[in-house]
């Protein structure tokens, strides 16, 4: 079964760090196009970083060289390093698989389930 699962989320002060992981089960996370989204809840489901074949990052503009989107092979897990937190970064932070079709093989898109950020003094 395919499967995305985040971690990492918590509870940090105004200007700290947090790192989430999104550790794929029968996904390869290295051949899949990945994406952070955020929510807050009440509000639409806003895109955050992606990164594509080759690992090329895209950021949202907010994002504004705090955060770094990355992958290991080895560990089947995607990475989102979140520094300079500012409390309108509180969101609940998910993991995403684009969909992927190779020839007549789709693979589906993947949501995990969310990983909670909360940024308060």
């Known amino acids: 079964q395919e499967q995305l699962v985040e971690s990492g989320g918590g509870a940090v002060q105004p200007g700290g760090s947090l790192r989430l992981s999104c550790s794929g089960s029968?996904?390869?996370?290295?051949?899949?196009?990945m994406r952070w989204y955020r929510q807050v809840p009440g509000k639409q489901r806003e895109y955050v970083a992606a990164?594509?074949?080759?690992?090329?990052?895209y950021y949202a503009d907010f994002v504004n060289g705090r955060f770094t989107i990355s992958r290991d092979g080895n560990k089947n897990t995607l990475y989102l390093q979140m520094d300079n937190l500012e409390p309108e970064d509180t969101a609940l932070y998910y993991c995403?698989?684009?969909?992927?079709?190779?020839?007549?093989?789709?693979?589906?898109?993947?949501w995990g389930q969310g990983t909670l950020v909360t940024v308060s003094s």
């Open positions: 995403n698989a684009v969909l992927k079709r190779v020839g007549s093989t789709t693979y589906p898109e993947l």
């Open positions: 990164i594509l074949d080759g690992d090329h990052p």
């Open positions: 029968g996904v390869i996370v290295s051949q899949r196009t």
